[in-house]
């Protein structure tokens, strides 16, 4: 398996700015997506370091109407206690997220379902994708769902994302984005609905991208706090690294 790291993770946003402390992300398309519009520090920054930059994004963000600020730190890597006392003091959520990757080959065997049927999305069906991820959205708003609907609908049309519904005895309930590049495919985006969890759905989705693209590293991410990387560990896949972020959203 060639050797994965963060830099293999797809981001959805274009660089606005950088230099040898920093990189910067921004998604105009789509200002209220946190993991679009952010900063990436390449070295872990020392809090007289770290506040003019935060100053910097909360300004450039103003003035594109934006309420929030995310800072990721490099992968591996922990804030230092100062850092960390002032984020907290700050109001920042703090938190980090894992990288895990696998072989096609090594992801456990399933038992057939016949209740469980996995399709592409296409013209066809594309609207029951967007019915579907649009009122898990609403979780985060109107704005956002919203916004969320016509970024669907422009990864509908790249080549290098495929997107994925399952189904529990023909109807909706879950899906999944895959990201392909040359020598992975990421999964992003796996969401099953609520009442039909704990059915084999989301591994069903998972195994799809196994299916589909046998020769590649399967790479995602997963909230370092959240029950779903414990499923990962289960299923074969390998741990890679973590990476801390911080955001904060303002009321003004």
Do not use: W
């Amino acid at each position: 398996m060639k050797q994965i790291s963060f830099e293999d993770i797809y981001t959805l946003g274009k660089v606005v700015a950088e230099n040898n402390v920093y990189k910067q992300f921004h998604y105009p398309e789509m200002l209220v997506r946190y993991d679009s519009n952010f900063i990436e520090f390449k070295e872990l920054p020392s809090l007289p370091e770290f506040k003019p930059v935060e100053k910097y994004l909360r300004e450039y963000h103003q003035k594109n109407g934006q309420k929030h600020v995310k800072f990721y730190f490099p992968a591996n890597k922990k804030p230092t206690t100062e850092l960390n006392a002032y984020l907290e003091d700050r109001g920042y959520e703090i938190g980090f997220i894992e990288l895990y990757a696998i072989q096609p080959k090594h992801f456990p065997k399933l038992v057939n379902n016949p209740d469980i049927e996995i399709k592409e999305v296409t013209e066809e069906n594309v609207e029951t994708c967007l019915h579907l991820q649009y009122q898990h959205d609403l979780e985060y708003g109107s704005e956002f769902a919203n916004q969320k609907k016509d970024l669907i609908k422009r990864q509908f049309e790249d080549p290098n994302i495929l997107q994925i519904l399952a189904y529990y005895k023909g109807n909706p309930a879950g899906y999944v984005d895959i990201i392909i590049s040359n020598e992975t495919a990421e999964i992003d985006n796996l969401s099953v609905e609520e009442k039909y969890r704990n059915k084999g759905i989301g591994s069903k989705l998972q195994n799809y991208v196994m299916e589909t693209f046998p020769q590649k590293t399967v790479i995602l991410i997963a909230d370092g706090e959240d029950t779903p990387r414990e499923m990962y560990k289960k299923q074969n896949y390998q741990y890679c690294g973590f990476k801390y972020g911080v955001q904060k959203v303002y009321q003004d």
